[in-house]
């Protein structure tokens, strides 16, 4: 059905909420990836084989919804049933018709499925009680997990495309511009910028063409909330692209999808495809005499087409090299043409924007960061998953209460945002308020939203190490300070974990690292220092425990490390399966022992004792052992 | 050059059938012809550079500059190991080598047999269940070395 | 025309030029390996930095850009030589020495900032290839793109396609003339010329027998421009020779 006009969009408002409203039994399975990987598809298929088999549809009502990522990712596959709002996590495919039989038509709890809560081991039974999802306020993720993806009616019963209704009859460009100003809304890619601002002058640049993007090609190692977005609820990324587009005058749009998110692309060309044919894209939207049409190009797997001007070429069909950006690609972008690009969350954000005003948005959030942030928390931190919170809110917040702290209640020790162009914030800044500024004050950004908690048991210097490799695959390689200085940087933080670290390589790296922040052609050589400085800056000592003492302090860098079983053992055995390398000894029951010789310091021992009777020391001590 | 079997071009044409003759296709053209072959054979590189009326050194270019490009054939059953921050804090590194010992190869290398490729690949999104590991198309999450024959056994054949 | 201000030296140049222009325009000399007249900037090399301050900044505030590539602006002040551009500068020839040691115009570059020896890993494969994109840029200026960069970050190199000999390459020379180091290497003799590892045949010059241009150029460029292929394969010497005796005749009209 085409829908023509603003009264008939309403009618099918109107229709998909009274068909929502008659359906009010409903059995919700999360297929995000993660839940994916762990059985939800089968979990979605014995729901639906179990209901028609017994008829429950039409007696009960009951209908089964596979929905978009719940963020709890490591509890998956969850289950929600509303209208109880009870959640079930780790759900097998096999206990499906045990949870018919007691829990919807016995309304019995079957407790082993509830989430259980670390901080007090006590069973969780409804979905909002949750300390993961009580804490937090959702509006770019507003719909994932309510709706099914590939819905559209679905969709629109949950106020998907009211806020391009309202734009397209209600507004002029101007004032959708204006709405979207006072929002205060600031790029969800990482750099902060203001959304009104980059519109305006992109529809201040002469010429009749222009394009609206979306940048889809979530690269930051450790966050995937845009991966959620694209694939949970693809109309939110449409609707915002459509106003974005009708606010400027453009009526080519294009999303960018990274490579690796296969589920996100089907989900997305489906959602265009659904819009298309309901009159909400393509000519005449809704009957609005606007025009606009939106393509998907899947990228070709690099980092760097994350940048603007790399995305560009590379939707151009080119490498992605950035180029100097002195004049803005809302002036000269795509194909030289005025061009807005904004992050998925970004888009997903401005249809809520819209349908609830400017100053609902700035309501929530700091003076400078308005609205609310989605953050990937994962790492060593016992709840992990994705999150929405307003802005402001602060990390220990985000670690202790949502996250329920470290996993295994090890020390904390760092948190690592904004993926390799961040950095690593120690625990004394733990009540830092998550701003656009107060991270870059504190050496880090904000990034795509990763937050990877890290406890004792990682050693700073291997983490800069891990993103310098990561950058040095990723450099594009056209100027010299990020090709060549990654390259150098790598090298001088190989010969660190390797225990050939020199006096003088920490002011090497200092004099090499500002020629690539200052020299750099574009963000990612700029940026890619950060990781090293924000460890040096915090973690100095580990640094100079490296190069003076050929010591890891946190026992992670292999060629430094030597592990031993102490006296406490109790003789699992645990560990004597775990090594890779049949380097332990013992039976059961007994103290078990580690022999050097054959050990890789791969750490596998440590992480599955179930006493903590394992410790690490320096490699060297073996040597002056071995003496003694 | 590798010698390289001749291939079916047929499956090329249809790929470029479904695109406008432009640049800007390029890199879609060579996703879609990188699936139907596994790789990106040089005699299909050098067809499409002629109907899209790129020269053949950027496709060249392109193609050897975005990592989902491979102009070696690949293994039937491709093993990714996920190396995000989060896989990699959580042990990702020890899954590279257990495969090492069981397959004899490494990252980015191709059992003789054409059986598996092993890759390492940038974050995969699915970080809440680090360290991840995808045999084929089925996704391990929580992936463990000691379980690595299990992973390799059942991986192919799931449709997952 | 803007006036900028370029190390206290007052400017005026023309609209449409970028700081580099500006700065030779005043006198001072800005060093780059990958900038050429004629072709678009492409802002690789990243030793042409400047410090440039727009007429509605505070007048301490600075930012660093590359002088190929910044368009002018009325009233802008630039520094070619504050302490952080010429460590900048210093960082990039130190990283390019570590790369090329045996390439005697970045040897000579890095001496004249103070570096004899480079702080860093040197090459274990020293090559003369700065990844400066010239030879590139100008095989596509000429419409021909026979090589083109491969790989991407340190694996990056310019080949033809697959490494095999470029089946697009006219055996032109533009990419070896513009090379700064004389990377790329060729022969030409009287009869063939090889690049790349492919051969050409030489067109030689009916009159003197010289070889003039390659057949695949002359062709190239024939076909480019509709002027006949005898044009192409006549030598420079040949048209000096043909210009001489029409001044010679010229002159006995003249007498």
């Known amino acids: 059905m085409r829908i023509e006009s603003k009264d008939q969009f309403a009618a099918f408002q109107a229709q998909a909420r009274e068909r929502e409203a008659g359906r009010k039994k409903r059995v919700l399975v999360c297929c995000g990836t993660g839940c994916l990987a762990t059985g939800a598809r089968e979990v979605a298929e014995a729901f639906a084989y179990e209901i028609a088999e017994r008829g429950l549809d039409v007696e009960i009502g009951l209908g089964v919804k596979s929905t978009g990522c719940h963020g709890f990712c490591e509890r998956g596959p969850l289950v929600v049933f509303q209208p109880e709002g009870l959640l079930y996590t780790k759900v097998q495919a096999k206990r499906v018709p045990e949870i018919v039989e007691k829990t919807i038509l016995g309304g019995e709890i079957i407790p082993g499925l509830l989430y259980k809560n ?12 949750i300390p993961f999802y009580k804490n937090q306020v959702r509006v770019a993720m507003r719909n994932i997990g309510r709706i099914d993806p590939t819905d559209l009616t679905d969709a629109v019963a949950h106020d998907a495309y009211a806020g391009l209704a309202k734009a397209l009859f209600e507004m002029t460009p101007d004032e959708v511009l204006d709405e979207v100003e006072t929002s205060g809304q600031r790029g969800r890619g990482g750099a902060g910028f203001y959304t009104a601002r980059k519109w305006r002058s992109c529809k201040a640049a002469p010429g009749d063409r222009r394009f609206v993007l979306c940048n889809g090609d979530e690269g930051d190692p450790g966050a995937f909330k845009d991966r959620s977005i694209m694939e949970g609820d693809p109309h939110s990324v449409l609707e915002g692209m459509i106003i974005g587009a009708y606010a400027l005058g453009a009526h080519d749009g294009y999303i960018y999808v990274r490579d690796e998110y296969p589920l996100a692309v089907v989900n997305l060309q489906a959602a265009i495809v659904e819009a298309r044919k309901a009159g909400l894209l393509g000519e005449n939207i809704l009957g609005s005499g606007f025009d606009f049409d939106i393509r998907i190009s899947r990228g070709g797997g690099a980092f760097v087409c994350g940048e603007s001007s790399a995305l560009m070429r590379s939707l151009a069909g080119k490498t992605g090299e950035p180029r100097a950006k002195y004049v803005h690609s809302t002036e000269k972008g795509l194909f030289d043409l005025p061009t807005v690009l904004n992050n998925v969350e970004t888009w997903a954000g401005i249809g809520a924007i819209i349908h609830h005003g400017g100053a609902w948005f700035a309501s929530m959030g700091t003076a400078r960061s308005k ?59 733990l009540d830092l308020p998550v701003d656009y500024e107060r991270l870059t004050e504190a050496g880090s950004m904000m990034g795509s939203g990763g937050m990877i908690v890290m406890d004792d048991r990682t050693c700073m210097v291997d983490v800069a190490r891990y993103f ?13 300070p990020c090709r060549e200085g990654l390259k150098q940087m790598l090298g001088i933080f190989d010969a660190l974990v390797e225990g050939r670290g020199r006096q003088g390589d920490i002011e090497r790296i200092e004099t090499l690292a500002a020629g690539m922040q200052l020299g750099s052609l574009c963000e990612l050589g700029k940026s890619a220092p950060n990781p090293v400085l924000s460890t040096l800056k915090y973690f100095r000592s580990e640094y100079e425990a490296h190069i003076a003492d050929r010591a890891c302090p946190a026992g992670i860098c292999r060629d430094l490390t030597a592990f031993e079983i102490m006296d406490d053992c109790d003789g699992c055995h645990v560990c004597f399966k775990a090594c890779p390398t049949n380097a332990i000894e013992g039976t059961i029951k007994e103290l078990h022992v580690i022999h050097h010789d054959l050990c890789i310091s791969c750490g596998a021992c440590l992480d599955v004792c179930p006493t903590d009777s394992i410790r690490t020391f320096p490699k060297i001590e073996l040597a002056v052992r071995e003496v003694v | ?74 293994g039937d059953t491709i093993i990714k190991v996920c190396t995000g921050t989060a896989c990699h804090i959580r042990g990702a590194g020890q899954l590279v080598e257990e495969l090492e010992r069981k397959l004899g190869i490494g990252a980015g290398e191709t059992t003789e047999d054409l059986k598996f490729t092993v890759k390492t690949v940038n974050c995969v999104g699915a970080c809440a269940m680090a360290p991840v590991m995808i045999v084929g198309e089925k996704y391990w999450g929580g992936a463990k070395p000691a379980r690595m024959s299990r992973y390799l056994a059942e991986g192919g054949s799931d449709e997952n | 025309m803007p006036t900028l201000k370029v190390n206290g030296r007052k400017v005026t140049v023309a609209e449409d030029v970028y700081l580099l222009e500006a700065c030779r325009a005043a006198g001072v000399e800005v060093p780059t390996l990958c900038n050429f007249d004629g072709l678009e900037p492409w802002g690789g090399c990243r030793l042409c930095v400047v410090d440039m301050s727009l007429a509605k900044w505070d007048d301490d505030w600075f930012k660093m850009v590359t002088a190929c590539n910044h368009p002018v602006e009325e009233g802008m002040t630039v520094i070619t030589d504050s302490e952080r551009v010429l460590a900048t500068r210093r960082v990039v020839l130190d990283l390019l020495l570590a790369r090329c040691p045996e390439t005697p115009l970045i040897q000579r570059l890095a001496r004249e900032h103070g570096i004899e020896e480079t702080s860093y890993e040197l090459n274990p494969e020293p090559t003369d290839c700065i990844l400066c994109g010239l030879c590139t840029r100008v095989c596509d200026h000429i419409g021909v793109s026979a090589i083109a ?41 009287n009869s063939c010329r090889t690049i790349w590892g492919r051969e050409f045949e030489m067109l030689r010059d009916p009159k003197t027998g010289e070889a003039v241009i390659t057949k695949a150029q002359a062709e190239h460029f ?34």
Not at chain 2, 21 to 37: C, T
């Open chain 1, 468 to 480: 310098l490799a990561f950058l040095t695959e990723e450099s594009c390689g056209k100027c010299v």
């Open chain 3, 149 to 189: 960069s491969t790989d991407r970050g340190w694996g990056r190199e310019i080949a033809p396609p697959f490494n095999e000999p470029p089946p697009d390459c006219i055996g032109c020379l533009a990419c070896a003339e513009i090379c700064p180091t004389d990377h790329i290497k060729f022969t030409t003799s």
């Open chain 2, 1 to 74: 050059m590798a010698e390289q079997p001749c291939v079916d071009l047929s499956k090329t044409e249809a790929i470029l059938g479904s695109y406008p003759h432009e640049e800007p296709s390029l890199i879609q053209v060579l996703q879609d012809v990188h699936r139907a072959y596994n790789y990106l054979p040089c005699d299909v590189l050098v067809r499409v550079a002629e109907v899209l009326e790129v020269p053949l050194a950027k496709v060249f270019s392109v193609s050897t500059f975005y990592k989902a490009f491979s102009l070696e054939p690949q």
């Open chain 1, 118 to 129: 670390p901080a007090d081991n006590e069973r969780i039974p409804a979905y909002e009680e």
């Open chain 1, 371 to 429: 609205g609310t942030k989605a953050f990937s928390l994962v790492g060593k931190v016992k709840n992990t998953g994705l999150i929405e919170l307003p802005m402001g809110t602060t990390l220990r917040h985000i670690i202790y209460d949502i996250g329920g702290g470290v996993l295994k209640d090890r020390p904390f020790k760092a948190v690592q945002t904004g993926g390799p162009s961040g950095g690593c914030i120690p625990e004394n800044l």
């Open chain 3, 222 to 255: 024939a076909a480019r421009s509709g002027v006949p292929m005898t044009y192409f394969e006549t030598s420079d010497r040949s048209k000096r020779l043909e210009v001489a005796k029409t001044v010679e005749r010229l002159r006995v009209v003249k007498s």
